[in-house]
């Protein structure tokens, strides 16, 4: 089991028999998802600031990297919408190279993170936070593609939302109802056609009507080709990017943003294809997959890659059932980039914003952030957060904001669960039942629920608070999974500090996994093992044992 932790599932597919029956079917779904995955391409890169070809370049290069390493059967990967914030923000302050960097170095993170094992780690991010951040590029993507939308003559437009939106409102006047038909035509196709067929997308019937349309009525409206000129028909030739320490140390946390959002979105996506097909995925097999894609994707001059939920659906409802149908896919997108380069240059840029909004508005998880807002206050403070970081500051800043918040809030949950009291015959505690026969001169103090960080300052409030001089303290732990090194100070100066005023302590109901905490501290050495005990009837007796072996009770009963 072990080995197969990191064992491809194209191995497994063949150790376990391939027919050509599903050759057939993985041919035939790999088609269909490279025809999906061509203009989504090159859309993605565009609004992403790089070139069209570079879209391309990513969805062959990594898509077929990632198949063919996958812990899935079915990934698909290649650019997605999630991606376009990040790598639009990277391109605007470090250019292109600064990208390349960036994903070269978030490619070793991720491989790294796998073989680490951390696979399984990675899903404990907050789900407040992943709707948060994901309906934040949603709206930001929308936003991106207003100026192509409306067909806005527009030299330059802002990076940031609010100015960005300001700059729209006054090229207003300029607006192109042709390029605003062609926009609303293809979201309608996209919308409609799966009423007609679903072997057909509809992406791909809206860019051959609309540019038709474009090229025979002559329509004036910009293309690929009059914003970017001709698209090169080539893979170019590896080049490793310049790396120095200053570039990495300034581009690590865009780095560390690039990993954690491919291993969530392919990790996610892996998830959702295990629910379509009652299958399991490799999860540190499928960081690794990413990660080596994102290294070598930089190589050819791509843009940072991951698994892509939508065309690995697709991939799945055509048929798609192993890594074969992903690689096939990626060499249809490769196929079509060196012999129909000069045909996609001719496709209005307002019909690929047409399926942009349509990926933004898939992306919005508008249903999600909804309920989310019915959540406790804490989660929607989070989601709130997350989400307006991600559009009005930055992608990287939402993640390591919204998580640390996340963060606190689950230690403040945690810390309210756990309680430490007196257990007191005079407030009339029903768990004194438990306990027969407590003479005085010994006070019981439980602790209930995990002790650590949040929660020693409830330790130390509740035993200021107490007034008595006993003879013998017993402390139940029975209720306490585990403690951490700042509950073990704080139980170290408490028996000091009973020590110092000749009182004994006693341990009760310590569990395996908290012993061995406490004896690598010094407590147990402290108070003695014999002073440890499974429960509190036994630790009373050793309570009454030590109080009556006391000089002072021998001299009383003398």
Same mark, same amino acid.
């Given at each position: ?34 025809i999906?995955?061509l ?25 077929f ?24 923000g990277i391109?605007q ?5 600064? &990208?390349?960097? !960036? /994903?070269?170095m ?5 491989? *790294?993170?796998? @073989? +680490?094992?951390? #696979? ?30 409306l ?26 109802f ?26 791909m ?28 028909h ?8 310049? &790396?120095?320490? !200053? /570039? ?7 780095? *560390?943003?690039? @990993? +954690?959002?491919? #291993? ?9 294809a ?8 490799r999860?540190?097999?499928e ?102 970081l ?25 810390a ?6 007196l ?10 039942r ?13 602790i ?24 013998v ?17 704080a139980l ?36 003695g ?7 509190v ?22």
């Amino acid at each position: 089991m072990r080995m197969k932790t990191f064992e491809p599932k194209i191995i497994t597919v063949f150790r376990e028999g391939y027919s050509f029956h599903q050759l057939c079917n993985d041919i035939l779904a790999g088609i269909v998802v490279g025809i999906v995955a061509l203009p989504l391409s090159i859309a993605l890169a565009i609004a992403s600031g790089v070139k069209p070809e570079q879209g391309l370049i990513t969805a062959f290069v990594a898509g077929f990297l990632i198949s063919l390493l996958s812990g899935s059967r079915v990934q698909i990967g290649g650019p997605t919408g999630a991606f376009i914030v990040i790598v639009f923000g990277i391109v605007q302050q470090h250019g292109y190279e600064g &990208l390349a960097v !960036a /994903t070269f170095m978030a490619g070793i993170l991720l491989v *790294l993170m796998g @073989a +680490l094992r951390l #696979g399984d780690v990675i899903k404990y991010i907050p789900y407040p936070v992943t709707v948060g951040f994901t309906s934040g590029i949603a709206l930001v993507i929308f936003a991106t593609q207003i100026r192509d939308f409306l067909g806005l003559s527009m030299s330059n437009v802002p990076s940031h939302f609010i100015d960005k939106w300001f700059a729209y409102f006054q090229s207003m006047p300029s607006i192109n109802f042709w390029a605003l038909g062609l926009s609303i035509f293809t979201i309608c196709v996209i919308y409609f056609w799966p009423r007609v067929t679903k072997r057909i997308p509809g992406t791909m019937i809206a860019i051959i009507v609309t540019t038709i349309l474009v090229q025979w009525l002559q329509l004036p409206v910009e293309t690929i080709f009059t914003r970017f000129g001709h698209m090169p028909h080539h893979i170019p030739f590896p080049r490793l990017p310049h &790396l120095d320490l !200053a /570039t990495m140390a300034k581009l690590g946390s865009c780095a *560390l943003t690039i @990993a +954690l959002l491919a #291993g969530i979105e392919s990790l996610l996506s892996a998830v959702v294809a295990d629910g379509m097909l009652g299958t399991r995925h490799r999860s540190n097999m499928e960081l690794i997959s990413q990660g080596v894609a994102n290294i070598i994707s930089p190589l050819f001059g791509g843009i940072p890659a991951t698994g892509a939920i939508a065309r690995t659906a697709t991939n799945i409802k055509n048929g798609g059932r192993t890594p074969i149908a992903g690689m096939v896919h990626a060499l249809v997108i490769l196929i079509l980039f060196l012999f129909c380069a000069k045909w996609a240059g001719l496709i209005p840029l307002a019909t690929l914003s047409g399926i942009l909004i349509v990926v933004a508005y898939n992306m919005s998880e508008w249903r999600h952030f909804r309920s989310l807002l019915k959540s406790s206050r804490g989660d929607i403070l989070v989601l709130l957060l997350t989400f307006f970081l991600t559009v009005l500051v930055d992608l990287t800043v939402a993640i390591e904001v919204g998580v640390v918040l996340a963060a606190f809030l689950f230690m403040h949950r945690m810390a309210e669960m756990t309680n430490v009291h007196l257990v007191d015959d005079a407030a009339g505690d029903d768990r004194l039942r438990e306990y027969t026969g407590v003479p005085e001169g010994i006070e019981i103090f439980e602790i209930n629920g995990p002790f650590f960080f949040g929660a020693a300052d409830k330790f130390r409030d509740a035993i200021a608070s107490f007034k008595k001089n006993p003879k013998v303290i017993i402390l139940r732990m029975s209720a306490v999974p585990t403690v951490d090194a700042t509950a073990v100070s704080a139980l170290v100066r408490f028996v000091e500090s009973c020590q110092r005023g000749k009182i004994l302590v006693v341990f009760a109901g310590v569990s395996k996994r908290v012993f061995k905490i406490l004896h690598k501290s010094d407590v147990v050495s402290r108070i003695g093992m014999e002073n440890i005990l499974a429960d509190v009837p036994l630790a009373l007796a050793r309570s009454i044992e030590i109080i009556e072996s006391s000089p002072a009770t021998a001299t009383a009963k003398s």
